[in-house]
Each structure stands twice: as C-alpha cells, then as structure tokens.
C-alpha cells in the first residue's frame, strides 16, 4: 500500500507535507478533549482557589458546547480569507485559551479558567471543517483518502498526548505545555499554499497555478488539472450570486448534506464518547487492577495505532467498505459489552467477573480497533468531498457543528441511560444504532475512492446519473470549437446512432484516430487527444478538438 501511495514521490510528498501541517488542526482539537481526563482529576486535587463542583461539570463539558458555535463562526473567515489564513489565525486564540488556563493557578481565579476553555472549545470547532477542508482540496484525487485520513490519526494523537503527559505532571502544568502545539501550528502553516480551488474562486489564476505547481511537484505537468479547475469555477461563476437560503434545498445541495449529517450521526450513536468516558470503569468491571490514568493511555495507543493504519485502506477498498466492516465489527463489541453487563445483572457481579471478566476488555479493544478502521475517519474524509465546491464552506462547518452537537447530547445522555435503560440496555441501544447506520451506509452513501471532487459533484445532480456520466448526449459548441470527453475504453470503436432530430452520430476512423460527429446537417472531424492528469500523468481519458 505505501508503494502504491508513493507511486511518484516527487508528486506525492508535497501534498504529504501539505496534509501533515493541516491536520495539526485536528490533533490540537484533540488537545482540548483529552486535556480534561487527567486534568480535571488533578484541579480537585490540587486547587488553590475557590471553585464548586458544578463549576468542575461545566469546565468539563464547556469545549463540546462552544465548539458548536465555533464551527458555524468559521464559514465567513473560510470563504473570505481563505483555508490558510483561517487555520493560521486560528491558532492565536488556541494559544491564549491554553495560556490563561495554566496561568490560572497563579492568578487564582476560575474566571480565568471558564475564559481559557471558552475560547479553546471555540477554536475546537472551527478548526476542524477548516482543516479537513484544506486537506481535500490540496490532494489529487487517487491519494486524497489516504490523506484526508491523517486527520482522525492526528486527533487520536492529540488525545493521547495530553493523557501520558497529564500522568505525570499538574493540570496546569500540562496547559503550560500544551501551548506549544498551537505555535506549531501557525509556523507550519505560514509556509504552506493556499488551495489552488480557493484562488481559483477569487480570481487569482496565476497564484493558483503556482499553488498547484507546489503542491503536485515542479517537474509535473499541472496543465490538464488546472483547466478542469478552472473550467469548473467558470460553470460555477455563470450562476454567480449571493447563496440565497432556498439553494440549500437543491437536491445536488441537500442530498450530500443529508448524507453527510447521516454519518456524522451514526458515527457518535455507537456510542464512542460514552466508550471513553466509561474506560475506567469497564476496566474495572473487568477486575483489572490497572490505574485509571494508565488504562486511558493504553485505550489512547489502541486507538492511535489502528486509526493509523486504517488510512492506508481508505483508497485501496473505498469509504463504503471501511464504513460497513466498522460498523459490523462494532456492533458485535456492543453486543458482547452489554451481553456481559445483563450477565452481571442475573448472575452477581462476582460471578459474573469470575465467569466473563475477559469480556468488557476484549470487547473495548476490539471496539476501538473497528471504529478507528472506518468510523474515526471516513465521515470527516467525506465531510471534505462530498460538497459542490460552491456551498463547501458553508456545509463542512454545519456538518462538523452537528457532529460536535450529537456528541454532546451522547456524553451528557449516557449517565441517564444508564439508569433508566440500565447498563446494558444502553449498549445494546448504541448497537441497534449501528446496525441501523449499515443499513443508511448500504443503500445511500455513493463511492468517492478515486474520483475527483468535481466528479463527486456530478453524482448528486439531476444531469448526470450515479457514476457521474450524462444522462444524454450532450455537446456544447461555439464558433470556434467543440470539445467532448469520451472514456478511453470507447476510443478503439465509438458508434453512437441517434436519431435524426438534431441528435449527435459519431464515427471513429481507427486508422488515424479521429472522430467524425454528424448532426443531420454538416459533419465535424476532430482529433482525439489524451488528457493528462497531474497525478498519474494520463487518466485514460480523451478530448476531441477540431481539426
């Protein structure tokens, strides 16, 4: 798989390099969920100043709340300024949110605190369309998934962090230490390109050539890929206007978005934040004498390691298939989590322990391991493809803010389901969800292994059908050309016989390689011209241009 990745290095490392700074995003929203697992434990232990419970609740679940409103802020900055300097910008606040948290146990005020998190959460929400977003359209299209997938790595990643460092240093500490990530951030992106899509939008055609020159290597040939682009912006600017609130209600609008809200949903109804925010004690259910802080570092490597290796496959067998096999895999965790928790139930807790205490921990690792295959990664990979380039900005951040809405309506429902569906009628609820995702991922997730964003579009509206071809013949003609892309396994023999009402009749000559299209009223000769793409230097595909 990684020689099929680095098939062309000199192509493919730029886009690498443009991907591992972006998804720093991710890993400093990660940051700021797992902050609170060692951190809050240590502040009420450690505090020296005046702070109740409730104030601990809210600092807790604060991030999930703020972040929602983060995330639909950032639409504005991302459109007008752009994926880089929205990520660049992003960062300050990153920093001061952790700096005055730190500086909190000198200052001695919870205020200082409540503001620090306040503005952490913000910045967790609108870090993560942006991010995402960047990623998608800096990639070419055969090694975007795998690309797009460093972003859930990087977010385990900046959950494990905080807890291996939080197990051996104060809370306050660790926010001292976690401001240097943020900075990390803003230099890394201060070198990087703007997305040639973005330029492209807003009229800078030569700095987005040489955006795409950078990106794809200096020695590729970014011409075929650059006038797709810009071909495709000028489809867009024909209907240039205001988005008014009714496009959102297009099918080619509505239906991606529908889908996209879907598997955002189904990923936080397995159950994950409730996963993590019961690992000690399923630790414990399990008899295990492991430290609580050591059992969320091992859940965090667990994690960490399959999420990783699962990017490898998102190209090689597509989103769909890591979606259904994680979501199987999981569902059957669930099951056997609850399965054990009934057991509990009717046999005594000692028994139960005696007879299935493997139980609870095979079924958390395993659960972990399927989630992060497919779940962890695949939904924010299509949150960055799924949308029409032209409303992308605005979709990927209302996306992100209802995932970040599911999850903090499962972390606050969970104890409540606990008690009134007990233990493991909560399990098996979280299972009878996933197993309902299967069902939504089977019938109406498209694929997008391979294609181009572009092509990704064309699926979703009315002209084309599901692969993205048109449902008629269509050519567009002016007074000085006629161009029509055709598949290359068409190119050895094209017949095309229509009727005789002004439809189009092709006829390849084999011998010199040329087309002859015949309306009723004149015939056209043009030559077939293979189109290159600036990844894998022809995409088999050839174009028609008068002779």
């Known amino acids: 798989m990684l020689k ?4 062309n290095p000199h192509k493919v490392l730029p886009q690498l390099l443009a991907a591992a700074i972006g998804s720093w ?63 660049i910008g992003l960062s300050i606040p990153f920093f001061i949110g ?18 620090g998190r306040l503005m952490t959460g913000l910045v967790n929400g609108a870090l993560t369309p942006s991010s995402q977003i960047y990623i998608s359209e800096c990639s070419s299209p055969r090694i975007r998934g795998v690309l797009s997938s460093l972003t859930a790595s990087a977010l385990a ?36 390109p703007e997305t040639p899509i973005w330029l492209m939008a807003h009229k800078h055609e030569d700095e987005a050539r040489r955006a795409l020159q950078r990106l794809r290597g200096k020695r590729t040939d970014v011409d075929a890929e650059f006038l797709r682009i810009k071909e495709n912006q000028e489809k867009s600017d024909k209907k240039k206007h205001k988005i008014q609130p009714r496009e959102l209600l297009k099918g080619s609008v509505l239906k991606p978005l529908s889908i996209s809200l879907g598997i955002m949903f189904f990923q936080q109804s397995t159950g994950i934040n409730a996963m993590v925010f019961y690992t000690v004690n399923i630790f414990k259910s399990a008899g295990s004498s492991i430290d609580g802080r050591y059992a969320t570092i091992i859940v965090g490597v667990v994690q960490l390691i399959a999420t990783a290796f699962s ?3 998102v190209d090689r067998y597509g989103r769909r298939i890591l979606l259904l096999g994680s979501a199987v895999i999981v569902s059957c965790s669930l099951a056997a989590m609850g399965s054990f928790f009934y057991m509990q139930e009717q046999w005594g807790a000692a028994l139960a322990t005696e007879k299935l205490g493997w139980l609870p921990l095979l079924s958390l690792v ?18 960055g493809e799924l949308f029409p380039a032209r409303y992308r900005s605005i979709l990927g951040p209302l996306s992100s803010s209802f995932n ?39 019938f109406l997730l498209p694929e997008t292994k391979g294609k181009t964003l572009e092509d990704i579009e064309k699926i979703f509206s009315a002209k084309y059908d599901a692969t993205g071809t048109l449902k008629t013949t269509e050519a567009q003609t002016d007074e000085n050309s006629l161009e029509v892309k055709v598949p290359a396994a068409l190119s050895g023999d094209i017949e095309m016989n229509k009727s005789n009402d002004g439809a189009l009749r092709q006829h390849k000559t084999k011998k010199n390689g040329n087309v002859a299209l015949d309306n009723g009223n004149q015939i056209t000769t043009l030559a077939l011209t293979p189109i290159a793409d600036s990844e894998d230097e022809e995409d088999g595909s050839l174009v028609m241009a008068p002779l």
């Open 311 to 313: 990017g490898f496959f």
């Open 25 to 87: 995003g991710f890993f400093c929203t990660g940051l700021v969920r797992g902050w609170s697992s060692p951190g809050i434990p240590s502040l009420n232990a450690t505090k020296n100043f005046e702070i109740e419970s409730s104030d601990v609740a809210w600092i807790a679940s604060m991030p999930p709340l703020c972040a929602l409103v983060g995330a639909l802020l950032v639409s504005y900055p991302m459109q007008h300024f752009g994926r880089r300097r929205t990520l």
């Open 404 to 442: 970040l809405c599911c999850t903090f309506i499962v972390v606050r429902s969970f104890p409540v389901m606990q008690v009134t569906m007990t233990k493991y009628g909560a399990f098996w609820f979280f299972m009878c969800c996933t197993l309902v995702g299967i069902a939504f991922v089977y």
């Open 4 to 7: 099929h990745v680095m098939k």
């Open 157 to 192: 990643l900046g959950i494990l962090t905080p807890y291996i460092i939080g197990a051996f240093v104060d809370w306050w500490v660790l926010a001292l230490i976690l401001i240097v990530f943020p900075v990390l951030l803003f230099t890394g992106m201060i070198f990087m």
């Open 98 to 115: 952790f700096l005055l948290m730190g500086l909190t146990y000198f200052g001695r005020h919870k205020a200082m605190l409540y503001v």
């Open 366 to 383: 395993v659960f972990f391991i399927a989630y992060s295959g497919g779940y962890a990664n695949v939904p924010f990979i299509l949150m």
